[in-house]
């Protein structure tokens, strides 16, 4: 099945910088790549995805880049804020099959 | 539109003792269930999906079960819970697999 790495584990940054959030992915055949944020003691919260037929989406600070030859994609925000603290999680799914693959996480510190 | 539901938000249980959480899903028919759980501080982990009424497919074994009754509910259960059932549990829903996943506000159990 799909297997799913996310990099890093743990990101801290300043306010105002740029944070970047890498996944990798092993199955060909995933063509859909959403983006979860997840604040402390609440369900994800899709913030953005991506098809594989796109190489980058963006929506205000927030964008994903994919590239599909090497089979990873990437999240990055931009003007950092605090209330960006959360933990981010990727996920991969294949057109086959009924399952979502996430990546572990990686909990993202915006220090003002 | 749609939204999602999950009840109750924290539960705390005797070893031993059963287990009913439930979800629904309002605005959309025949959507693809998931019931996923998430150990503090880790990654989410797939316990069960369901794409139709009576149809439930298990990922891992365990002391866990569940039921899709309706087109839009989907109950985990458990008839003796186990310390190591504790965690943070998850439902959510999507239209297709290959379609955005949607994530309900959590059950956070402990079982003592």
Known sequence: GENVEQHPSTLSVQEGDSAVIKCTYSDSASNYFPWYKQELGKGPQLIIDIRSNVGEKKDQRIAVTLNKTAKHFSLHITETQPEDSAVYFCAATPNTGNQFYFGTGTSLTVIP | ?112
């Open chain 2, 1 to 112: 539109s749609q939204t999602i539901h999950q009840w109750p938000a924290t539960l705390v249980q005797p070893v031993g003792s059963p287990l009913s959480l439930e979800c629904t899903v309002e605005g959309t028919s025949n959507p693809n269930l998931y019931w996923y759980r998430q150990a503090a501080g880790r990654g989410l982990q797939l316990l069960f999906y369901s794409v139709g009424i009576g149809q439930i497919s298990s990922e891992v074994p365990q002391n866990l079960s569940a039921s899709r009754p309706q087109d839009r509910q989907f109950i985990l259960s458990s008839k003796k819970l186990l310390l190591s059932d504790s965690g943070f549990y998850l439902c959510a829903w999507s239209r297709d697999p290959n379609e955005k996943l949607f994530f309900g506000s959590g059950t956070q159990l402990s079982v003592l």
